[in-house]
Antibody
Framework: QVHLQESGPGLVKPSQTLSLTCTVS??????????WSWIRQPAGKGLEYIGR???????NYNPSLKSRVTISIDTSKNQFSLNLSSVTAADTAIYYC????????????WGQGTMVTVSS | QSALTQPASVSGSPGQSITISCTGT?????????VSWYQQLPGKAPQLMVY???KRPSGVSNRFSGSKSGNTASLTISGLQAEDEAEYFC??????????FGGGTKLSVL
């Protein structure tokens, strides 16, 4: 059974870079057939797609965040990461990592989520 | 990309059926058969309930069904149960090779 777990700082100062890691267990991140994605949810609000990475390192980002987002993959550690630069209070949210099955285009396995607050 | 449009809330009594709509454009919902639906219980991560418009993952009750007409997708829950009370989100693949979500619908089981 594949399991995803987010980790990283819960508090980030404005203008700094938010960095999170998603560790995948129970399966290999490099086996192909899946995209690995980040999604966020501000408190009491809806979900927002941030972007995704494939095992080859190929990425795709939400156009509204593209200038500030980098998603990378480390197959040796079975992890993928999110960097979001120049953060503001509007980036305060629960951040989820999730798996997408290629060809199905749905998020079939989610991490539990991690709350990130942007505040000085 | 704009969020898909969902009603803020719906309600129903135990045993009844309810339908949640999800309206997009020809660049997302109308353009692809890649609409999915997620159930989110309070304080929990979303859980996939329907994918590819009409398909259910293993383990999801057949009381949950999906459909689509034009730019609007729908999730129907039949035989409502108290445990169905949750927030439901739709999602669609887009022509930009990204994904877009709906704003969410809170289901109350009266």
């Amino acid at each position: 059974q594949v399991h995803l777990q987010e980790s990283g700082p819960g508090l980030v100062k404005p203008s700094q870079t938010l960095s999170l890691t998603c560790t995948v267990s129970g399966g290999s991140i490099s086996s192909g057939g899946y995209y690995w994605s980040w999604i966020r949810q501000p408190a009491g609000k809806g979900l927002e797609y941030i972007g995704r990475v494939y095992a080859t390192g190929s990425t795709n980002y939400n156009p509204s965040l593209k200038s500030r987002v980098t998603i990378s993959i480390d197959t040796s550690k079975n992890q993928f990461s999110l960097n979001l630069s120049s953060v503001t209070a509007a980036d305060t949210a629960i951040y989820y990592c999730a798996r997408i099955l290629v060809g199905v285009a749905s998020f079939d396995i989610w991490g539990q989520g991690t709350m990130v607050t942007v505040s000085s | 990309q704009s969020a898909l449009t969902q009603p803020a809330s719906v309600s129903g009594s135990p045993g009844q059926s309810i339908t949640i709509s999800c309206t997009g454009t020809g660049s997302d919902v109308g353009g692809f058969n890649y609409v999915s639906w997620y159930q989110q219980l309070p304080g929990k991560a979303p859980q996939l309930m329907v994918y590819d418009v009409t398909k259910r993952p293993s383990g999801v009750s057949n009381r949950f069904s999906g459909s689509k007409s034009g730019n609007t997708a729908s999730l129907t829950i039949s035989g409502l149960q108290a445990e169905d009370e949750a927030e439901y989100f739709c999602s669609s693949y887009t022509s930009s090779s990204t994904w877009v979500f709906g704003g969410g619908t809170k289901l109350s089981v009266l």
